[in-house]
Nanobody
Framework: QVQLVESGGGLVQPGGSLRLSCVASGSIFSISAMGWYRQAPGKQRELVARIISGGTTNYVDSVKGRFTISRDNAKNTVYLQMNSLKPEDTAVYFC?????????WGQGTQVTVSS
Protein backbone atom coordinates (compact mmCIF):
# COMPACT_ATOMS: atom_id res chain seq x y z
CA GLN A 1 0.00 0.00 0.00
CA VAL A 2 1.21 3.49 -0.89
CA GLN A 3 0.13 6.73 0.73
CA LEU A 4 0.50 10.11 -0.97
CA VAL A 5 0.60 13.49 0.74
CA GLU A 6 0.47 16.65 -1.35
CA SER A 7 1.37 20.17 -0.35
CA GLY A 8 2.06 23.56 -1.87
CA GLY A 9 -1.29 24.70 -3.18
CA GLY A 10 -2.81 28.07 -2.45
CA LEU A 11 -3.95 31.40 -3.80
CA VAL A 12 -1.67 33.26 -6.21
CA GLN A 13 -2.05 36.21 -8.53
CA PRO A 14 -1.86 35.77 -12.30
CA GLY A 15 1.75 35.59 -13.39
CA GLY A 16 2.82 34.15 -10.05
CA SER A 17 4.41 30.84 -9.16
CA LEU A 18 3.73 27.87 -6.93
CA ARG A 19 5.51 24.60 -6.31
CA LEU A 20 3.54 21.49 -5.50
CA SER A 21 5.09 18.52 -3.72
CA CYS A 22 3.88 14.97 -3.31
CA VAL A 23 5.57 12.49 -0.97
CA ALA A 24 4.93 8.79 -1.36
CA SER A 25 5.27 6.52 1.66
CA GLY A 26 4.55 2.93 2.55
CA SER A 27 5.84 -0.34 1.16
CA ILE A 28 7.54 1.19 -1.86
CA PHE A 29 9.73 -0.93 -4.10
CA SER A 30 9.00 0.07 -7.69
CA ILE A 31 7.56 3.39 -8.77
CA SER A 32 7.29 3.43 -12.55
CA ALA A 33 5.65 6.82 -12.99
CA MET A 34 4.68 9.89 -11.02
CA GLY A 35 2.45 12.66 -12.21
CA TRP A 36 0.04 15.47 -11.61
CA TYR A 37 -3.54 15.76 -12.74
CA ARG A 38 -6.00 18.58 -12.21
CA GLN A 39 -9.74 18.98 -12.13
CA ALA A 40 -11.52 22.29 -12.47
CA PRO A 41 -15.17 22.71 -11.45
CA GLY A 42 -17.47 21.16 -14.02
CA LYS A 43 -14.60 19.65 -15.99
CA GLN A 44 -13.02 16.24 -16.28
CA ARG A 45 -9.75 15.43 -14.59
CA GLU A 46 -6.86 15.96 -16.99
CA LEU A 47 -3.22 14.96 -17.00
CA VAL A 48 -0.99 17.97 -16.44
CA ALA A 49 2.45 16.39 -16.37
CA ARG A 50 4.03 12.99 -15.88
CA ILE A 51 7.55 11.69 -15.36
CA ILE A 52 8.45 8.04 -15.80
CA SER A 53 11.25 6.07 -14.20
CA GLY A 54 13.72 6.79 -16.99
CA GLY A 55 13.21 10.53 -16.58
CA THR A 56 11.08 11.11 -19.65
CA THR A 57 8.47 13.80 -19.12
CA ASN A 58 5.32 14.80 -20.89
CA TYR A 59 3.01 17.77 -20.46
CA VAL A 60 -0.40 18.87 -21.57
CA ASP A 61 0.01 21.53 -24.25
CA SER A 62 -1.53 24.29 -22.15
CA VAL A 63 1.29 24.18 -19.56
CA LYS A 64 4.33 23.56 -21.77
CA GLY A 65 7.01 26.13 -21.13
CA ARG A 66 5.40 27.19 -17.84
CA PHE A 67 5.32 24.05 -15.66
CA THR A 68 8.16 21.69 -14.83
CA ILE A 69 7.80 18.25 -13.27
CA SER A 70 10.69 16.65 -11.41
CA ARG A 71 11.24 13.83 -8.96
CA ASP A 72 13.61 12.96 -6.17
CA ASN A 73 13.85 9.18 -6.17
CA ALA A 74 15.67 9.05 -2.83
CA LYS A 75 12.77 10.88 -1.20
CA ASN A 76 9.98 9.27 -3.27
CA THR A 77 8.82 12.79 -4.01
CA VAL A 78 7.50 14.43 -7.15
CA TYR A 79 7.36 18.17 -7.66
CA LEU A 80 5.47 20.45 -9.99
CA GLN A 81 6.97 23.90 -10.44
CA MET A 82 4.29 26.18 -11.86
CA ASN A 83 5.30 29.54 -13.28
CA SER A 84 3.41 32.25 -15.15
CA LEU A 85 0.18 30.98 -13.67
CA LYS A 86 -3.08 31.89 -15.36
CA PRO A 87 -6.65 31.98 -14.04
CA GLU A 88 -7.42 28.94 -16.19
CA ASP A 89 -4.89 26.96 -14.15
CA THR A 90 -7.28 27.14 -11.20
CA ALA A 91 -8.20 23.60 -10.17
CA VAL A 92 -7.66 20.89 -7.61
CA TYR A 93 -4.34 19.25 -8.38
CA PHE A 94 -3.91 15.55 -7.68
CA CYS A 95 -0.71 13.57 -7.42
CA UNK A 96 -0.64 10.16 -9.09
CA UNK A 97 1.87 7.39 -8.55
CA UNK A 98 2.07 4.12 -10.46
CA UNK A 99 3.59 1.50 -8.19
CA UNK A 100 3.69 -2.20 -8.88
CA UNK A 101 1.18 -1.66 -11.67
CA UNK A 102 -1.34 0.02 -9.37
CA UNK A 103 -2.38 3.66 -9.60
CA UNK A 104 -2.49 5.61 -6.34
CA TRP A 105 -3.92 9.09 -5.84
CA GLY A 106 -3.40 11.88 -3.39
CA GLN A 107 -6.22 13.77 -1.74
CA GLY A 108 -5.75 16.85 -3.90
CA THR A 109 -4.55 20.37 -3.26
CA GLN A 110 -6.37 23.51 -4.37
CA VAL A 111 -4.63 25.97 -6.65
CA THR A 112 -6.44 29.25 -7.22
CA VAL A 113 -5.10 31.89 -9.60
CA SER A 114 -6.91 35.16 -9.12
CA SER A 115 -6.27 38.85 -8.68
Amino acid sequence: QVQLVESGGGLVQPGGSLRLSCVASGSIFSISAMGWYRQAPGKQRELVARIISGGTTNYVDSVKGRFTISRDNAKNTVYLQMNSLKPEDTAVYFCEVVHGGTHYWGQGTQVTVSS
